[in-house]
């Protein structure tokens, strides 16, 4: 039986990597630096309560593989963990402290869906910016598209990797549906 722990997450500005400033100044123009700050304190929250959780499992973590939301198949995974946890990123400070415990990294996610997503993002919030160019609706059907060849590469990935016996932990957005995707065999348990 192969297990996975599905631990939807709400990303930090750390995670945002370039993209920081620019979401940061959107979301603060639309709900004001106030709103901002809570948002700030509500996601580190999130992140004190995961970790929680993640601490009581009694894991075997030899038999552990670990799936993050936007670390690309590219045999540079721990080197991009590592750099985002030096940076102050919550949830790559926990995968590495699960890999001292003895987890394996996998890589998760398809290099060019992830491109795709990023250019997607840069042309929503220009758009929001700039009233001519696409509308509204044809960029958010684009992004429900994205999202939906991701969560089935993930899905693909997991059923790929995650060995019988194993259990796998999968930190993923809140707004992915991965768990659609995964095959029967693989019991899935909700952290949250």
Same mark, same amino acid.
């Given at each position: ?66 799936? #993050?939301? &936007?670390?690309?198949?590219? @045999?540079?995974? $721990? !080197?991009?963990? /590592? %750099? ?41 919030? #220009?758009? &929001?910016?700039?009233?001519? @160019?696409?509308? $509204? !609706?044809?960029? /958010? %059907? ?51």
């Amino acid at each position: 039986m192969r297990k996975l722990i599905y631990v939807p997450i709400v990303h930090t500005q750390v995670d945002m990597g370039s993209m920081q400033e620019a979401v940061e100044s959107e979301y603060i123009k639309r709900y004001g630096k106030a709103k901002w700050a809570r948002h700030i304190k509500a996601i580190d929250k999130m992140w004190e309560g995961i970790n929680k959780k993640l601490k009581v499992l009694k894991l075997d973590y030899k038999r552990v593989k670990i799936y #993050q939301d &936007g670390l690309p198949v590219c @045999g540079m995974e $721990l !080197e991009i963990v /590592k %750099e985002i946890a030096n940076r102050g990123g919550k949830n790559h400070k926990i995968v590495l402290d699960l890999l001292g415990k003895g987890a394996t990294l996998e890589g998760t996610e398809d290099t060019n869906l992830l491109l795709s997503e990023y250019n997607y993002i840069k042309t929503t919030i #220009q758009e &929001g910016k700039d009233s001519r @160019g696409k509308s $509204l !609706e044809n960029l /958010k %059907e684009k992004g429900k598209d994205i999202l939906a060849s991701r969560d089935r590469f993930i899905a693909k990935r997991i059923n790929e990797t995650l060995n019988d016996g194993w259990t796998g932990i999968c930190f993923i957005g809140a707004g992915h549906k991965v768990d659609k995707y995964l095959p029967k065999d693989i019991k899935v348990a909700y952290l949250i």
